[in-house]
């Protein structure tokens, strides 16, 4: 009863625990959840689909080779340098040949022959076409593929329309047999224009150059498309929105059309949507490359970094942001689209300290090739090149306070001028007002500013958006353009004046990049740091710092409910010694009753700890996470894991005494080994006065051959105590190795020493004896302050023994203490470390580069898989969800294990894996996958089902693997074991 009573406490007291946890989290900010791609791969899958539909198509796939898709040129379907139909229609063409079987190719005509081909029945669909009520009576339509405006294109330098309807009315050209016409006769006042028809792009072009037409009025693929150079296109007002569908003539078609249109109902279109924005950035790129010359195609193509210098403090254009860590900005914003377009990289290689006149120096000296911005003057331009778009256009400023008055011209040489050295702004101030004797310069804008804040200086010399940095960036108010100099500038990408090809190169990726969206969203833009931070920070640190408490309260109550089951089993011992068989019985239901409270507990307590560690992971792991919610998640981090060693310290001793815990050797270099214990301890001595020394022999071995992870775990355990007790002095770890030659048995082994000796609080003679028992801490009144659960060392001697080694401890209470151990490990060969390698050990400057990891794992692109996950704790499934989603795969999730045998039988959809947790109400995961693979499909019995579980006692590996599982992902999941296990049994390499 009392067990019971414990576990329904622990139980109740995380589950409290959690709930207060999510409570708190609820100030987060709303996470938006993207839309589910289409899951159909066949036609026969959609919703709706008539078995009369499907022979209809069926039929028409034995008759047939081939559809044909017609189109006009546009953006949505143009030709490549090699001759390639590319832009959206031959993505859908690609589409629609995966999904009905039969391939559709793509046809490209002029307007006029695609319109007389589709008729007569030549081509068999189009996608070009407006399904108005008259259409729709003559062909069969589905419902809208895609959604085009309408756009105006007009000839450069021409008369306003405006100009034009004083004398009279505008002549608009619209395409023959295009609804265009129509469409803008609806929506605009009768009797404001004329109507002309033309038969091509190239008419409407010679029509405008002509002076016949004053605009042309088409889609936007339609104006878009066109090249030349005389020409610009416009929005045309009032906005009108044109959505086309696909169409065919043919009534034998008329099942193919009536498919696509139940696939757009059940969410196709978003797909569309993805294949329209690929065809939009194809078409992009397509135009910019056909704009090059050979120079300029051969500098790509022998081209990869370009050496980029980028300003920190030219907000918006360029800047650094302290607040995030990173490099932001429209020119980096630009550069991005320019990548994408050019296949360069630019490469930032100043830092966020770099002020301007170092920078142009750096482009001038060639160490950059193109700056971000610098405005040109008189005395840059031998020097430099300058691009022709601008990336934003800016006036010169005065800018005071708020309070200040505003001065007129002739005041302005008797104010206290801040200038920035070295910029354009200082240089055009003092040519302007060479007699002002109240300038202070400064070395950057900060400072400037800094300046005008504090009062010493009236004014700042700088650009009119700079207010956009201390208003939106900062949220600073009370600033204002005190003066506006009627004189503006561009700011635009400079370069080195050896990069003519570099800066044209640049110049036409610009021009099919819509600039102006990237500006604008820019000027608009406003940060929310401040709230940001309050907001998310209470609910971290107070959540956090509850969880923490309660989750050692209840490791606090599991080892005093071991300790009190290990005194009454002594108790029992010497009360009932007559009867042995029953004390034998009693004893074995003890230690079943403690192996099933540790089973319990590890699960009752890593399940919420797989929660706190893995959403934590997964918000670090975001690169848009400020930077001081990433320290505070940073310590949650630690919080959790160090929790976690705790637990495993528990479950360490359940498995040793339990006779459960097994070795597993291996060979290992002995370098590493000492390398990462060196990495580990370093951190233990904060900022305490103590020195780690390491003293090891000149000839020890490469390799050596054991259980290494058990070898780390004794030596982290000694140096943990020594580090903990050591308030000044030294920590020293030495090792020496003595080969033994066994000629009998054939079996060399090496004898290896370790010695650990502190300059700490030493140890009693009376409680030497005690230091290697369970639970014990020793002169506990003296060490009051100092945080452990006794284990560290019962753990150490437990797995010295397991090596076939012993350990010793000499000591001397107020001077120190000397921890021995000896344990035998296997020899390898006879090499032994270089002196360069012992050298660097003993310095701690040794670097094993094959143990070099990168920072963020580099996850495969598992698009192509769909993955099921089994779990009855909904915040368990956001984890496992979230971190299976960096693959890019789909993830399902089901709270029990009967859903998840129903979709395992249905078969729809078709999964490559199934995560599946153990201990859930009801059907439990042994029971939910016995049942799947007893479905008797190959199906069933062969998908990979990975057992994804807090319960990780001793032996629990292999019972799930004797009950149909095929790999154990334990709980709180690690990255590296879950991207081997994704390795393994998801990833197919034939299909990337």
């Not at 635009?492 to 050896?498: G, L, M, Q, R, V």
């Not at 000027?523 to 640190?541: C, S």
């Not at 050596?704 to 140096?719: A, E, H, P, S, T």
Request: proline content about 3%.
């Amino acid at each position: 009863m009392m067990e019971r009573k414990k576990k329904s406490f622990g139980k109740i007291t995380i589950l409290t625990a959690l709930l207060f946890c999510m409570v708190l989290s609820c100030e987060k900010p709303e996470i938006s959840v993207p839309v589910e791609s289409f899951q159909f791969t066949s036609f026969r899958e959609i919703p709706g689909v008539t078995a009369e539909e499907i022979a209809a198509i069926e039929n028409l796939k034995k008759e047939r080779e081939f559809f044909s898709y017609g189109s006009n040129f546009t953006t949505e379907a143009f030709l490549t340098e090699n001759g390639e139909i590319s832009g959206f229609s031959a993505l859908f063409c690609e589409w629609l040949t995966t999904f009905f079987g039969i391939r559709f190719q793509p046809e490209i005509y002029a307007w006029n022959e695609m319109l007389d081909k589709f008729n007569k029945g030549t081509v068999d669909f189009t996608g070009s076409l407006t399904a108005t009520a008259e259409r729709m009576k003559i062909y069969h339509m589905t419902d809208f593929i895609a959604e085009r405006i309408f756009k105006m294109m007009r000839l450069k330098g021409s008369r306003t329309l405006e100009q034009i309807a004083h004398e009279r009315l505008p002549r608009y050209a619209f395409l023959q047999g295009s609804n265009i016409a129509n469409i803008v006769a609806e929506a605009t006042v009768p009797g404001t224009y004329e109507t002309v028809r033309v038969s091509d792009i190239e008419e409407a072009h010679r029509a405008l150059e002509n002076g016949s037409i004053d605009a042309f009025i088409g889609g936007s693929v339609t104006v878009d498309f066109f090249f030349a150079d005389n020409v610009y296109t416009e929005d045309f007002y009032p906005l009108i929105f044109s959505p086309v569908s696909m169409a065919t003539a043919k009534d034998e078609l008329q099942p193919v059309i009536s498919v696509v249109n139940k696939a757009l109902r059940n969410g196709a279109i978003q797909h569309l949507n993805s294949l329209y924005s690929r065809g939009d950035d194809a078409y992009r790129k397509n135009k910019f490359l056909t704009n090059l010359n050979e120079e300029e195609k051969e500098y790509l193509k022998n081209t990869v970094t370009v050496p980029l210098l980028y300003q920190y403090f030219n907000y918006p254009t360029a800047f650094y942001d302290t607040k995030s860590k990173k490099w932001d900005g429209i020119a980096l914003d630009v550069l991005h689209e320019v990548e994408k377009l050019s296949g360069l990289t630019f490469e930032i290689v100043n830092d966020e300290h770099t002020f301007m006149p170092e920078l142009i120096e750096m482009l001038s000296d060639g160490r950059g090739q193109m700056l971000s911005e610098m405005i040109p003057i008189r005395e840059r331009e031998p020097y430099f090149i300058w691009s022709k778009n601008s990336l934003m256009t800016d006036q010169y400023a005065l800018l005071s306070k708020m309070n200040f008055p505003n001065v007129t011209i002739n005041e302005i040489p008797y104010m206290r001028i801040a200038l920035t050295k070295g910029t354009a702004h200082e240089k055009m101030f003092r040519t302007w007002f060479p007699n002002t004797y109240h300038i202070t310069e400064y070395v950057d804008e900060n400072e400037s500013f800094t300046a005008l804040e504090e009062g010493k200086v009236d004014m700042v010399m700088a650009a009119k958006n700079k207010l956009l940095y201390y208003a939106n960036y900062f949220e600073f108010s009370g600033y204002k353009a005190n003066y506006l100099f009627n004189y503006y500038y561009d700011s635009a990408f400079t370069y080195n004046k050896d990069q003519s090809v570099l800066c044209a190169i640049v110049d036409k990726a610009i021009s099919v990049i819509d600039i102006l969206v990237i500006r604008e969203q820019w000027r608009t833009k406003t940060y929310d740091y401040h709230a940001r931070l309050i907001a998310e920070q209470r609910p971290w640190l107070v959540g956090a710092a509850v969880l923490f408490l309660i989750i050692l309260i209840l490791v606090s109550v599991m080892l005093h409910h071991k300790r009190s089951e290990g005194k009454r089993l002594e108790k029992l011992v010497v009360e009932q010694t007559a009867s042995l068989v029953t004390i034998s019985e009693e004893a074995r239901r003890a230690s079943e009753a403690k192996s099933r409270f540790v089973a319990n507990m590890s699960h009752e307590i890593r399940s919420p700890m797989n929660v706190i560690v893995g959403l934590t992971n997964l918000m670090l792991e975001e690169d848009d996470t400020p930077g001081k919610i990433k320290e505070i998640l940073g310590k949650i981090s630690t919080a959790g894991n160090t929790l976690m060693g705790l637990i495993n310290d528990v479950l360490d001793i359940s498995k040793v005494e339990a006779g459960k815990m097994d070795l597993m050797p291996v060979q290992y270099d002995f370098a590493s080994l000492l390398n990462d214990i060196i990495i580990l301890n370093i951190i233990r001595i904060e900022d305490k006065p103590v020195t780690f020394k390491l003293d090891i022999s000149d000839d020890l071995p490469v390799s050596l051959f054991g259980d290494d992870l058990r070898v780390k775990q004794i030596l982290n355990n000694l140096l943990s105590n020594a580090f903990k007790y050591t308030k000044e002095g030294n920590v020293t770890l030495g090792v020496k190795c003595e080969r033994e030659i066994n000629a009998a048995s054939n079996a060399d082994g090496v004898w290896v020493s370790f010695s650990v000796s502190d300059t700490g609080i030493g140890i009693h003679k009376d409680n030497i004896g005690k230091l290697f028992t369970d639970y014990n801490q020793i002169d506990t009144q003296a060490n009051r302050k100092i945080l452990g659960t006794g284990l560290g060392l019962s753990i150490t001697k437990k797995f010295v023994e397991l090596l076939n080694g012993e350990v010793s401890v000499e000591s001397e209470y107020g001077k120190g203490s000397i921890f021995s151990v000896r344990i035998r490990q296997g020899f390898v060969d006879g090499r032994t470390m270089d002196k360069e390698t012992v050298e660097s050990l003993r310095t701690f400057k040794y670097s094993d580069k094959r143990k070099e990891v990168q920072k963020k794992l580099a996850r495969s692109d598992l698009s192509y898989a769909r993955v099921l996950v089994v779990d009855d704790f909904p915040s368990n499934l956001e984890v496992a969800a979230g971190m299976l989603r960096k693959y890019k795969m789909q993830v399902d999730c089901v709270t029990n294990g009967q859903e998840a045998i129903d979709r395992i039988a249905a078969e729809k959809p078709v999964y490559n894996a199934i995560f599946m947790d153990h201990m859930m109400p009801g059907m439990d995961g042994v029971e939910a996958t016995k049942a799947i693979r007893a479905l008797d499909t190959k199906y069933a019995k062969n998908i990979p089902v990975i057992a994804l579980t807090a319960n990780v006692v001793a032996g629990n590996k292999q019972m799930f693997l004797d009950n149909g599982f095929n790999a154990l992902l334990p709980k709180p999941v690690n990255v590296m074991i879950m991207d081997s296990i994704v390795q393994r049994w998801i990833r197919d390499k034939s299909r990337e």
